[in-house]
């Protein structure tokens, strides 16, 4: 993302789903109400110190700690890339036991891009690297043969920012010990070190343009490698990553390379038009190489300092080739705010052959692959509320009259408004007219064509979701934001309490949305007993599971109202049988 983009980044933590429906009645279910009870945490002593918490890797022995039953691991290398725009090489074997109890350092990335403190929990700050090739692993038990099942977590930030670590809501405990898995999370490198693309300059250059995604390949071998020590099933990994990281599960359902080594895959509101459905084509990736070099005075033969310059002052230049490059291709920033382009991986024909969404339907690396996938009702068009808080908390649709709701909805939608506001209650019948002010199309609609097209080509099955909880916190502002699912699927809002409170309808919802998301990962099917049967999304019936108060599944509840916000995208969605 670009340097103006840092701010939306710090504060929710990452960065970066059409026939007309009418919804019909449909058994609902209280969320959490008939799920398995969760598990009663054995209270015993944390546990950290020589001879505890030991696993061996290829590479040598690695010494974690243990809570409340949990074995946990840090900063576990999976390669090492020393150089530049190169392949990450093998680890290099130790001696002795090395210490995991740490995260390991992170991507470069610019200070910027960190999320800032808030009340309730301080910034985290970590050492920057190119040799940001670690993991992170949480698991019920070491070398007892079991075989759990894997779920490996790829973070958000596009493809230029963020971490492992970056949020609490990324601890993989309390997941790892409501579902008996084995959670992974894992770093790799970004921005214009995992993404400029050299190859014009030499073989020496020919992976530079994916290199952030080849780490992932790695991490996916080392997964194969070393999971079984940890408890884990090589043959049972399941993909999941939001914004950014859903972004990454597309891409790696791509690479030919990827193939074998992860069975499924969950997509958390993973897709703007321009990322997602589609990557960076070659003719674009080499313009930005020309003009990073040309930002730095530096002559195509001189392209090896590239190697050496400090980072700052490389990703300063190739910021600008990204700006500059974007308006001479007429290429619309990822929230329409001008004209750019973003750091993502390069379509260059062999290790990325096509983009995710093809003419065809979906890219063939993908053909077997369940794909879970979904985004949440607000996203980002709230973030106005969000960035002043201090005015907002009081002054927002949940504390105006009426005469004010409906002037505001009078300005939005003009001669629309009651056509609008109609269909939004026929898809959400539990919100009000002044929810109709927050509809999300930027994410919603490029989810839905990558699920089509994933449709379209007759492999694995599809399941779609919409995320429409709002939180209650100041004043209901947070509504329900980008990344709010995330504490949720890992069943840790109570890391999460500024954002989601603690109410006993979210900790009923977090029940429900983290067994569904184990059960993907056990079986390749959310289903959860006493729940609405959560059907696959398919030509002739578009199913959507609604997570809210009260969940319930429902056939394309919110198409003709996106056709009314949004008209003409669905021109370009394959179409449906109906």
Do not use: C
Not at 77 to 96: D, H, I, L, N, T
Not at 449 to 460: E, I, L, P, S
Not at 510 to 523: C, E, K, L, V
């Amino acid at each position: 993302m670009k340097i103006r983009e840092k701010a939306t980044l710090g504060i929710l933590a990452s960065v970066l789903a059409f026939s007309s429906g009418i919804l019909a009645p449909v058994p609902v279910w209280a969320a959490g109400a008939a799920s398995q009870p969760a598990k009663r945490i054995q209270q015993v002593p944390f546990q950290a110190g020589p001879g505890i918490a030991v696993a061996r890797t290829r590479a040598g022995l690695v010494q974690g700690y243990k809570r409340q039953g949990i074995y946990t691991y840090h900063g576990i290398p999976y390669a090492e890339a020393e150089e530049r725009f190169q392949r990450a090489k093998p680890v290099k074997p130790w001696q002795g036991i090395r210490l995991a109890v740490e995260y390991g350092p992170i991507a470069q990335q610019e200070k910027g891009s960190f999320p800032t403190s808030n009340w309730v929990e301080p910034g985290r700050d970590f050492a920057m690297s190119n040799n940001s090739q670690n993991l992170n692993v949480w698991t019920p038990g070491i070398h007892d043969g079991k075989k759990r099942p894997v779920m490996v977590w790829l973070h958000g930030g596009g493809f230029s920012n963020g971490s492992s670590a970056e949020s609490p809501a990324y601890d993989g405990e309390n997941l790892s010990r409501r579902g008996d898995v084995v959670v992974v999370s894992v770093n790799h490198r970004l921005n214009v070190l995992g993404h400029l693309d050299l190859s014009q300059y030499g073989a020496k250059y020919k992976d530079s343009a994916n290199v952030g995604i080849t780490d992932l390949v790695d991490a996916l071998h080392w997964v194969q490698d070393n999971i079984a020590e940890f408890g884990g099933d090589p043959r049972n990994v399941t993909l999941f990553g939001e914004s950014g990281g859903g972004a990454k599960v597309l891409a790696l359902m791509t690479t030919p390379e990827a193939k074998g080594l992860f069975r499924k895959g969950i997509v958390e509101s993973g897709a703007v038009e321009s990322m997602g459905p589609y990557f960076m084509p070659r003719q674009q990736s080499r313009r930005i190489a020309q003009l990073t070099l040309q930002n730095l005075g530096l002559a195509p033969a001189q392209v090896d300092q590239l190697e050496t310059i400090p980072y700052d002052k490389l990703a300063q230049a190739s910021d600008a080739a990204l700006a500059q490059a974007g308006k001479e291709f007429d290429v619309p920033l990822w929230d329409h705010s001008g004209y750019g382009l973003s750091w993502e991986p390069i379509i260059d024909g062999s290790f990325l052959p096509t983009n995710p969404a093809t003419d065809q339907g979906f890219a063939e690396a993908g053909r077997d692959i369940p794909l879970l996938i979904g985004s949440n009702r607000t996203e980002w068009s709230n973030f106005t509320l969000l960035l002043d808080l201090q005015h907002s908390q009081s002054d927002n649709i949940y504390s105006w009259n009426q005469q004010q709701i409906e002037a505001a909805l009078d300005k939005k939608y003009g001669e629309q408004k009651e056509a609008v506001v109609r269909e939004f209650l026929k898809a959400y019948p539990n919100k009000t007219r002044a929810d109709a002010l927050y509809i999300d199309t930027m994410i919603r609609q490029p989810i839905l064509k990558v699920a089509r097209h994933k449709v379209a080509q007759d492999g694995a099955p599809v399941y779609n979701y919409l995320f429409t909880w709002d939180s209650p916190v100041m004043g209901g502002s947070y509504m329900s934001y980008h990344t709010a699912e995330i504490p949720f699927v890992f069943h840790n809002i109570d890391k999460l309490e500024a954002r989601i409170g603690d109410g006993a309808d979210a900790r009923k919802l977090q029940d429900q949305m983290s067994d569904a998301w184990i059960a993907f990962a056990r079986t390749g099917k959310p289903a959860v007993p006493g729940g609405p049967e959560w059907k696959p999304f398919t030509r002739k019936q578009e199913n959507v599971m609604i997570f809210d108060d009260q969940v319930r599944l429902a056939d394309a509840p919110d198409y003709a109202l996106l056709k009314l916000v949004d008209p003409g995208y669905q021109d370009s969605l394959p179409p449906i049988d109906r």
